[in-house]
């Protein structure tokens, strides 16, 4: 390795937020994830695409910690965090979304957001049992964080309704909202735009777009080629559990390995 | 009122006070946190025979009954003690229980936890004197105070609403702050509540132990009222009326599991013993065990949220107007918890 790769290497460590290496999961002889390999940038949205039954949730959540690795590690910010249940790695400033949405159904839409930050001083029992003077303060500056998400969103109306009474893609952006409360450095977004409208689909896209320029990280898995292209660099195409090319929209589309993957998967 | 109602109507407030507390108990694990906690009457039972031999004193030889530890302590101590055995029988089962296992299972050990504990103290008569129990435990106060018998009872009405307003206030911090909301967020969603940092696990093992530490106190109430404790009084069948207390009334609504608790153990068991006898002897007992079955499914079926459903809870946001929903205003948020 030349010198001048081995800086561009070590940048490249630098720029990347989450490492994934060697990562893989087998149910019995099952390989689900044969270990992958890839990078996720800073500041920078990549997408993680493939045919039905190419391991992508399965990354994703294992990334997350839903699931247990069989092996390999996932670097979040230079710590392995691979294997770590899924409430310490969120407290690394990892947050997601669900491919079948999450909201919490009997709260309303505010008291969702207010639950997401994690450590909350009336969140522990001797917090609670402290009373109201001890938490109402922060409560205070979390509400005026969920106001703001909300004014941003534009789901003032629905503020007070319950979570469980919105239309679908009313729910992704409320998951999208609630791992934005937790204040991420990175999102994964699992399907964010499964099962929407196509106009509430395109405030989604702009949604991230802004949350991109304000220097949020995120890996999404997505099925829409047009939003992959529109949103993704890199993108990262795996199949049959295996990373098979990764690169720009351009440079995946020309690969004849993804095009025989996507025809024959 | 005759001696006779005087003396009915305060032991039936006495129930109700403990069933009170024991449905705030099983409120919070179930209704708040979604834990379907079939075993609830062992932390009671626990509570209840805790408090019993802290009160008997130590056992003197050739005495009819055996007892563990026993001990002569003053008035609150055996009942405090009773809260933290059922607190400590529940971190015991909990440890076991919630822990990876699917809620529906949980269901199924918790069921199946009773029952053990059932038969091992029933068939066991060394351990916990077996069937025969306890019995003969001294009222509190009781040569102190030098009541007559109803004005005794009477007096323990008002000791119980005293117990069961501390017990109030206790599950209304808990579910009025943030941690009741994030108990709700591991009801309605595990992986999603554990995506935002949330121990599940810890979540469910708090309120389940403070559930049974609140069980395990009504346990110990009820035992220092009737001075009597036997393990056939309590079986799972309990669990299922204060189950149905809670469903009826209203889950996850402190009010309404209130309100349950005053419907179908006092209103609609108690109310069924002035029916006119018929049929073979125990046949209304029966029937009254198939009636909080039916009654549970039918809410369950039909008014899935109880009599008084789960509240929303507005919370006002700063600088917007939002619109009024039926009957709830928006207040301040720090008017907002608990408030109907």
């Given at each position: 390795m030349t010198s001048v790769q081995r800086q561009r290497a070590s940048s490249a460590a630098q720029a990347a937020l989450l490492r994934v290496d060697d990562l893989a999961k087998s149910y019995g002889g099952v390989h689900a994830v044969a270990g992958v390999s890839f990078d996720v940038p800073r500041g920078r949205i990549t997408g993680l695409i493939g045919p039905n039954g190419a391991g992508k949730s399965t990354a994703l959540a294992m990334v997350a910690g839903a699931i247990k690795p069989s092996r390999g590690s996932v670097l979040l910010n230079g710590t392995?965090?691979?294997?770590?249940?899924s409430h310490k790695i969120a407290r690394r400033g990892l947050a997601r979304t669900f491919q079948q949405s999450s909201d919490?159904?009997?709260?309303t839409v505010t008291e969702n957001l207010l639950t997401a930050?994690?450590?909350?001083?009336?969140?522990?029992l001797r917090g609670a049992l402290l009373g109201r003077r001890y938490w109402r303060a922060e409560q205070e500056s979390l509400t005026a964080r969920a106001a703001d998400l909300i004014e941003r969103f534009d789901m003032a109306r629905m503020a007070?309704?319950?979570?469980?009474?919105?239309?679908g893609g009313q729910r992704r952006l409320l998951e999208i909202m609630r791992a934005l409360m937790t204040e991420p450095e990175i999102l994964l977004l699992d399907?964010?735009?499964?099962?929407?409208?196509p106009a509430l689909g395109a405030r989604i896209e702009d949604y991230l777009l802004q949350l991109r320029q304000d220097g949020l990280t995120m890996l999404m898995v997505e099925h829409e080629m047009s939003v992959v292209e529109r949103l993704c660099d890199p993108v990262i195409v795996m199949a049959q559990g295996e990373v098979l090319a990764e690169g720009t929209m351009d440079q995946i589309r020309s690969d004849h390995r993804v095009l025989d993957a996507y025809l024959n998967g | 009122m005759s001696l006779a109602w005087s003396f009915y109507i305060a032991t039936v407030l006495v129930y109700l006070g403990v069933d009170l507390m024991a449905c705030w108990g099983l409120n919070l694990q179930y209704?708040?946190?979604?834990?379907?906690?079939?075993?609830?009457i062992i932390y009671q039972a626990a509570g209840a025979y805790t408090a019993a031999v802290l009160t008997l004193g130590p056992q003197t030889a050739g005495s009819f009954q055996q007892y563990v530890g026993g001990a002569n302590l003053p008035f609150p101590l055996p009942v405090i003690a009773g809260g933290i055995a059922g607190g400590l029988l529940s971190a015991v089962v909990g440890v076991i229980a919630?822990?990876?296992?699917?809620s529906d299972y949980q269901a199924m050990v918790f069921l199946v936890i009773s029952l053990i504990a059932t038969a091992v103290v029933t068939s066991d008569?060394?351990?916990?004197?077996?069937?025969a129990g306890l019995s003969l435990i001294p009222q509190p106060m009781s040569t102190a105070l030098n009541l007559s018998l109803v004005g005794y009872r009477w007096f323990y009405v008002g000791l119980t609403a005293v117990i069961c307003l501390i017990v109030y206030a206790f599950v209304w911090r808990i579910t009025s702050a943030p941690l009741g909301r994030s108990l709700r967020a591991v009801r309605d969603h595990e992986q999603g509540a554990a995506a935002l940092g949330k121990n599940v696990t810890g979540l469910r093992m708090t309120s389940f132990v403070v559930g049974g530490v609140i069980a395990g106190i009504s346990g110990a109430v009820l035992v220092e009222f009737i001075s009597a404790w036997s393990?056939?009084?309590?079986?799972?069948q309990e669990t299922f009326v204060l189950f149905a207390a809670v469903i009826v009334g209203g889950t996850a609504n402190n009010a309404g599991v209130a309100l349950g608790a005053l419907l179908v153990p006092v209103a609609f068991l108690e109310g069924s013993r002035f029916l006119p006898q018929f049929g073979p002897p125990g046949l209304i007992d029966a029937l009254q065990w198939v009636a909080v079955g039916l009654m549970t499914l039918v809410f369950l079926w039909?008014?899935?949220?109880?009599?008084?459903?789960?509240?929303?809870?507005i919370i006002q946001l700063p600088g917007q107007q939002q619109a009024r929903t039926g009957l709830q205003r928006p207040v301040d948020y720090e008017k907002t918890a608990e408030t109907r």
């Open positions: 392995n965090v691979a294997g770590w249940p919490f159904s009997g709260m930050p994690y450590g909350q001083r009336g969140d522990t007070n309704e319950f979570a469980g009474t919105l239309s399907e964010a735009m499964a099962g929407v409208n | 209704g708040y946190t979604g834990i379907v906690n079939f075993s609830f919630l822990r990876r296992l699917r008569v060394g351990l916990f004197n077996g069937p393990p056939g009084a309590w079986l799972y039909f008014w899935p949220r109880g009599v008084l459903p789960e509240r929303r809870r």
